[in-house]
Structures are given as structure tokens and as C-alpha cells.
């Protein structure tokens, strides 16, 4: 389901109506999540610091961001940074995503407000600098009341600790009598999830060619469908978030079901044969 009124299709360059123009309106993904990756091999490639790797990965964010709103895309969730690389990576070039995470919100509010776009985040990220936080804070309530696509940045954000997470605050349920143990369902845990006001992702793409859905958003992608570039981040173009889409309207969904094409399923046990071992 796109947001209708915030579609605005004739905002978007020639190059990328061109794409839309071949896309089934009805059949277009509702939310979206993108594993950034590849800022690095895009700065080591051309002999930069990777600190320029990740500045031109934040003009694809907002790029990306753009191209979304213009097609009324409801949710586009990014992973910006995980626990992992809070855990992992240099101080310098953590410090480094926290100044450019607070420059690219305060120079582009302008421009979310101008496309409609709700900015929203997801992980620890009570963890994060407090000045991060107080930007964060000031540029979600800027846009709260906004229509179009929210923007969710997954900040501090790994799946298993969103789970375990999920589960502490299930267990506390369950401690004060208002769930049963022997009671709880996959819509127990959904409710408890960070993504819980959102729809699963149908569409998971990875920039730069890796095979890996590094710890994001594990329950919610059982069923996405997942779209593997050999681009890095920072070339990734709202012109390929529109290939990505005509590709996932390619594929067949069936979760879990048969295909359409199958036909009448034989339901008659006598016929089964099970080829002896
Ligand atoms: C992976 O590149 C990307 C990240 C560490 C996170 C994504 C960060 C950005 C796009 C920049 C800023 C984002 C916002 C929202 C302002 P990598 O360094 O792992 O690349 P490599 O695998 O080539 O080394």
C-alpha cells in the first residue's frame, strides 16, 4: 500500500520515471531495509580516508530518502550504525559517524520536512553521545507530524540485543501476571520488538556485494525478500532503489505456501510414493 497522498512521481528525475514508469503501482513494497555497506572500499578505492566514505554515504542516504518519499513509500529503514561497530571500530571513526550523524540531521531537516518524511530510530540508542541523542530527539519531533515516509535509522542497533530486549520485557510481563508463560505467542514478542508499530520488511537490500544480513532485523526478515548489489553505499542512487523494487516485483512471495502455478494439489495418500532408501 503506497501513501497516496504523498505520492509526487513527477518530482522524480527522467532516469528514475523511466524505472517507476515499469513498475506495478499496486505491487509496490511497503517497507523497505537497506544494509549500507561499502563506504570504506568506496574511500580505499580512490585512495581517500574512510571518513569520505561514510560522508558520501550520508548524500545517498538523503538521495535514497528522497526518491522513496517521491513514490510513496511508507517505511524505509536504514541500518547506520550497529553495536558491533560501536563496539569494534576505532574511536576516531566512531566519533567521526556521531559528528556526521548529527550534521546530517541538522543539514537536511530542512529538506525531510520539504518531502514529507517522519524520521524515526531503532536500537540502544540511549547508549549513544547525549548531544546525538538531544539531535536525534530534536529532529524527530520536528518531523513527527509529518505523512510521508518515515525514515527509521537504526542506530546502536544489533537483532539479538533487540530480542533480548523483546524477551526481558516479556519476562517482566510475565513476572507482574499480565502474560501467561505457556501463553506467549509470536505476537507477544512482535509487540516487545522496536519495529513493533511497523510492518516486516518486504524487501531487504545489501550494498557491496556481501552475503550477510549482519545481525539486522533477524525476526522481522523471515519473510523479505532480499536483494544482493555489487554497488557500495555511497553510489547507491534512488535509481537503483527503483531496480531493486522492479526485481523484488519479479519474484514470486509465498510464505511458506505454493506457487500459484501449481495448480490442484493431489490430496489422494494412496498416490504418494516414497521412493524406497
Ligand atoms: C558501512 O561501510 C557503513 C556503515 C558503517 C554505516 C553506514 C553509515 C553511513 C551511510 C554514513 C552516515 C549515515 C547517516 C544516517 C548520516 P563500511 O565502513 O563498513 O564499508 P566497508 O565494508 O567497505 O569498510
Known sequence: MVLTDSLRVEELPPEERAIYATLKPERLPEHVAIIMDGNGRWAGRRSLRRFFGHQQGAKSVQLVTETASRIGLPWLTLYAFSLE??????????????????????????????????????????????????????????????????????LNYGSRSELVDAFRALHAEVEAGQVSADRISEEDIHRHLYTAHMPDPDLLIRTSGEMRVSNYLLWQIAYSEIYITDRLWPDFRGVHLLEAIAEFQRRERRYGGLSESVGEVEEDPEQIRIAAG
Open 85 to 154: 561497530n560501536n563496539l569494534r571500530r576505532p574511536r576516531t571513526e566512531v566519533n567521526f559517524l556521531m559528528r556526521l550523524l548529527k550534521s546530517y540531521l541538522e543539514s537536511n531537516l530542512q529538506r525531510m520536512m520539504d518531502n514529507n518524511v517522519r524520521i524515526r530510530y531503532i536500537g540502544r540508542t540511549r547508549e549513544l553521545p547525549p548531544e546525538v541523542q538531544d539531535k536525534m530527539r530534536w529532529a524527530a519531533e520536528a518531523t513527527a507530524r509529518n505523512t510521508g515516509t518515515t525514515l527509521t535509522l537504526a
